[in-house]
C-alpha cells in the first residue's frame, strides 16, 4: 500500500531549540495533516494544509504544503517541554483515502 | 458530545475471547475511521464507514475482525477469537463531509494474555 516516510523518527532537542520534521511519498496527495499525539491519548489535529504551496502557522508551528505534492514539513519554533511527543503527518490521496507516517518521537530536555 | 468518544478505555482479555469496542463519533459527522496503532508504530487503517455507503473494510486484518455502524452515528468494532497479536490501541476517528480533517478519539488499549 501507499507509504509516508517520516522523518526523522526521533529527536532530543534542548528547549527553545526550533524542530522540523517533513513526510515525503511517491503519491500526490490533495490534503496534508499533522497530527501530535500525548502518551495515551488519541492524536490531535494542529494543522491542514489543502493547496500546493500553502504556508500555514499555528502559533508556534509553521507546516507547509510541498509544491510536487508529494512532501510536507512541519517546523516547531523555540520549544517546550509541553512539545514532546509524537508528531504524525497524514496525507489525504482522495475520498476516504489517508495514509499516515510513521511518527516523529520529539523529547525537550529543559 | 464536544469530541469523540471511545469505551472502554482499557480491555484486558484472554486469547480466544471476544471484545467489543465502542466508538461515538462527534456529533453530525458522517465519516468514520477504524484504526489500530501497535506499541512505538504509526496508524493502520482498519475500515471506513461514510453515510449510507458500504463500509470500505479493505483495511480489517482477517475475518475475525467486523465493524458495524448503526443509525450512521455509533459504531462497534469486534474482535472474534483474540490473538495476542492483537493487542494494540484500537482508535477511532470521525470527520464531516465537507472537511477532511478527521477527529480521533483517545483510544481504546486492547491487552490480550
Known amino acids: 500500500g501507499q507509504q509516508l516516510n517520516q522523518s526523522p523518527q526521533s529527536m532530543f532537542i534542548q528547549e527553545g531549540e526550533d524542530v522540523s520534521m517533513n513526510c515525503t511519498s511517491s503519491?500526490?496527495?490533495?490534503?496534508w495533516l499533522w497530527y501530535k499525539q500525548d502518551p495515551g491519548e488519541g492524536p490531535v489535529l494542529l494543522i491542514a494544509?489543502?493547496?500546493?504551496?500553502e504556508l500555514t502557522s499555528n502559533g508556534r508551528l509553521t507546516a507547509q504544503f510541498g509544491i510536487t505534492r508529494k512532501d510536507s514539513f512541519l517546523n516547531i519554533s523555540a520549544s517546550i517541554p509541553s512539545d514532546v511527543g509524537i508528531y504524525f503527518c497524514a496525507g489525504q490521496l482522495a475520498g476516504n483515502q489517508f495514509y499516515f507516517g510513521t511518527g516523529t518521537s520529539l523529547t525537550v530536555i529543559p | 458530545g464536544a469530541g469523540v468518544s471511545q469505551s472502554p478505555s482499557n480491555k484486558v482479555t484472554e486469547k480466544g475471547k471476544d471484545v467489543e469496542l465502542r466508538c461515538d463519533p462527534i456529533s453530525g459527522h458522517t465519516a468514520l475511521y477504524w484504526y489500530r496503532q501497535s506499541l512505538g508504530q504509526g496508524l493502520e487503517f482498519l475500515i471506513y464507514?461514510?453515510?449510507?455507503?458500504?463500509?470500505?473494510k479493505s483495511g480489517l486484518p482477517s475475518d475475525r475482525f467486523s465493524a458495524e455502524r448503526t443509525g450512521g452515528s455509533v459504531s462497534t468494532l469486534t474482535i472474534q477469537r483474540t490473538q495476542q497479536e492483537d493487542s494494540a490501541v484500537y482508535l477511532c476517528?470521525?470527520?464531516?463531509?465537507?472537511?477532511?480533517?478527521?477527529?480521533f478519539g483517545p483510544g481504546t488499549r486492547l491487552t490480550v494474555l
Open positions: 464507514f461514510q453515510g449510507n455507503s458500504a463500509p470500505d
Open positions: 494544509l489543502y493547496k500546493a504551496g
Open positions: 476517528a470521525s470527520s464531516s463531509a465537507s472537511l477532511d480533517e478527521q477527529f
Open positions: 503519491s500526490i496527495f490533495n490534503t
